[in-house]
C-alpha cells in the first residue's frame, strides 16, 4: 500500500514550457487536492476533486488545468509554466466518511527559469 | 473570507521544555481543526484533529490541542519538546460546507536547543 505518490519528484522548467503533475492513490479515495506550498504563506488549494470526472477550482487556479480520469490519478497541468509558478506542489486524498482527514504525497520541487 | 492565524513563524525552545503553538481561526461556527508537521523535505503528516468531539485532542508525538470555542483558538501543546520535534507545524480549518477544502495557516517553524 503505497499511500499517495506524485511523479516527478523535482523538475525545471523554463518560461512558456508545459508540463503535467501526477498524483496517484491507492486507498480507493473519493476526493483529491492539489495544492501549492510557498515560503512563509502555508499551503494554497490549486484545484480538487470530488470523484471521477469531477473537478473544481480551489483558491488559486489559475494558470493550472486538472483532470480526474481515473478515480486513483489526479492529473495537474500547466500550460505555460510563469516564474511565479515555482513552488512545491502536494497532493492529498481524503474519503468518506472521514473526508475531512486528507493525506499527503511527498511533494514535487518545481523550478521554473 | 475564512482564515487561519498561525503567531509566530519561528518558535525555539530548550529540549526539555514546553512546546506551545498558537492558532486562532475565524469563523464563529466551530470548524473541523487540524494540526499538521512537516519534516524538512517531506510532505505534511496530521498530528491530530478536532471534528466537535472532545475538546481536548490527543494526537501522535505526545502532541495535544484544545479546542476553545469563546477565544477562537486551537493551540497545539507538547510538555516536553524533543530534537525531534524540530519541523514545521501548520493548522489547519475546514469549514462547514467546503467539501473538505483545508485552509492552512502559514506556519510554524519549531527549533529545539540541546
Known amino acids: 500500500n503505497a499511500g499517495v505518490t506524485q511523479t516527478p519528484k523535482f523538475r525545471v522548467l523554463k518560461t512558456g514550457q508545459s508540463m503535467t503533475l501526477l498524483c496517484a492513490q491507492d486507498?480507493?479515495?473519493?476526493?483529491m487536492y492539489w495544492y501549492r506550498q510557498d515560503p512563509g504563506m502555508g499551503l494554497r488549494l490549486i484545484h480538487y476533486?470530488?470523484?471521477?470526472?469531477?473537478?473544481a477550482k480551489g483558491e488559486v487556479p489559475d494558470g493550472y488545468n486538472v483532470s480526474r480520469l481515473k478515480k486513483q490519478n489526479f492529473l495537474l497541468g500547466l500550460e505555460s509554466a510563469a516564474p511565479s509558478q515555482t513552488s512545491v506542489y502536494f497532493c492529498?486524498?481524503?474519503?468518506?466518511?472521514?473526508?475531512?482527514?486528507?493525506?499527503f504525497g511527498p511533494g514535487t520541487r518545481l523550478l521554473v527559469l | 473570507a475564512q482564515s487561519v492565524t498561525q503567531l509566530g513563524s519561528h518558535v525555539s525552545v530548550s529540549e526539555g521544555a514546553l512546546v506551545l503553538l498558537r492558532c486562532n481561526y475565524s469563523?464563529?461556527?466551530?470548524?473541523?481543526l487540524f494540526w499538521y508537521v512537516q519534516y524538512p523535505n517531506q510532505g505534511l503528516q496530521l498530528l491530530l484533529k478536532y471534528t466537535s468531539a472532545a475538546t481536548l485532542v490527543k494526537g501522535i508525538n505526545g502532541f495535544e490541542a484544545e479546542f476553545k470555542k469563546s477565544e477562537t483558538s486551537f493551540h497545539l501543546t507538547k510538555p516536553s519538546a524533543h530534537m525531534s520535534d524540530a519541523a514545521e507545524y501548520f493548522c489547519a480549518v475546514i469549514y462547514g460546507g467546503s467539501q473538505g477544502n483545508l485552509i492552512f495557516g502559514k506556519g510554524t517553524k519549531l527549533s529545539v536547543k540541546p
Open positions: 486507498m480507493n479515495h473519493e476526493y
Open positions: 492529498a486524498s481524503s474519503y468518506p466518511p472521514s473526508w475531512e482527514t486528507q493525506y
Open positions: 476533486s470530488v470523484g471521477e470526472g469531477t473537478t
Open positions: 469563523s464563529s461556527v466551530p470548524p473541523y
